[in-house]
């Protein structure tokens, strides 16, 4: 599988090796659905992909990866359910695996999981539902895996990132729902980008955020009023999507001791 595949089931035979009507029988089910399941999720990728494409759509990095072939995609059942958030977290740890030593200034690389369920829910709805979800996948990993180095699990801090395998990442929720146009996707989304990849594009960042939010404007009508309101004081208030209330607290515990370092310092002071 290359990194750009979509999620392929990974059921085998049973013990009989039986046959039924619909063809192979396996604990996955037949033959003839696991079909079903891939067609789906690449049809889903399809989606994911001409969404990127579109005008609405403002992140130039998940651009570029899109034209490196440097997506990786997995499809789920409901986003905050049990079972979908340890398959995400074991696809995701996987990830993590692979892509770590490639990061550099000129690679820009992201994981996406996209889900059945919900359909089209309102935003708080669907904000509560991504930080369960997220939850989930760090109680699982919190069990085996630390933080990041200079990055933070506590969501009131600048330099919080979601943890998995002992990567942080920045989250970027998307659904139908969404009140803004480069969110909006057709299912919902949750979009995994490296924190370690923004820190390796150095001044290149800067740069390029500039050139996003300049394309937002432009293509939105604004720039995610989230970003400059709040800006790094507290990303986790971006995740979602959703402009938060001065006095909204995240829903979020983490699991992991108090970073020791914190990679944003100086940061602040470099608002552009």
């Given at each position: 599988?290359?990194?750009?595949?979509?999620?392929?089931?990974?059921?085998?035979?049973?013990?009989h090796g039986a046959m039924s009507e619909h063809g192979m029988t396996s604990e996955h089910g037949t033959m003839s659905e696991r079909d079903a399941m891939h067609e789906h999720d690449t049809a889903i990728r399809a989606e994911l992909e001409g969404f990127i494409h579109t005008r609405e759509f403002s992140c130039l990095g998940a651009r570029a990866a899109l034209k490196r072939q440097a997506i990786t995609h997995r499809h789920y059942r409901r986003m905050g359910d049990e079972a979908s958030a340890e398959e995400n977290h074991r696809d995701l740890v996987d990830y993590v695996n692979t892509v770590?030593?490639?990061?550099?200034?000129?690679s820009f690389r992201t994981f996406v999981a996209t889900f059945d369920e919900p359909g089209t829910v309102d935003e708080r709805t669907y904000e509560e539902l991504i930080w369960q979800h997220l939850q989930c996948m760090h109680d699982i990993d919190s069990r085996t895996y630390g933080l990041d180095a200079g990055a933070s699990s506590d969501p009131g801090r600048p330099n919080f990132g979601f943890h998995t395998g002992g990567h942080a990442f920045f989250i970027v929720g998307m659904h139908p729902g969404s009140s803004r146009a480069s969110r909006r996707f057709t299912t919902s989304a949750i979009a995994f980008n490296s924190l370690a990849q923004f820190m390796h594009l150095g001044e290149n960042f800067y740069s390029m955020q500039g050139a996003i939010r300049r394309r937002e404007a432009k293509n939105n009508g604004s720039v995610n009023p989230s970003f400059t309101e709040y800006e790094y004081e507290e990303p986790a208030r971006h995740f979602s999507g959703r402009f938060t209330e001065e006095d909204w607290k995240c829903p979020y515990i983490s699991r992991h001791e108090p970073a020791a370092e914190d990679f944003t310092e100086g940061l602040l002071q470099h608002k552009r």
């Open positions: 599988m290359n990194e750009h595949d979509t999620k392929k089931e990974r059921g085998t035979k049973n013990e770590r030593p490639l990061l550099s200034a000129q």
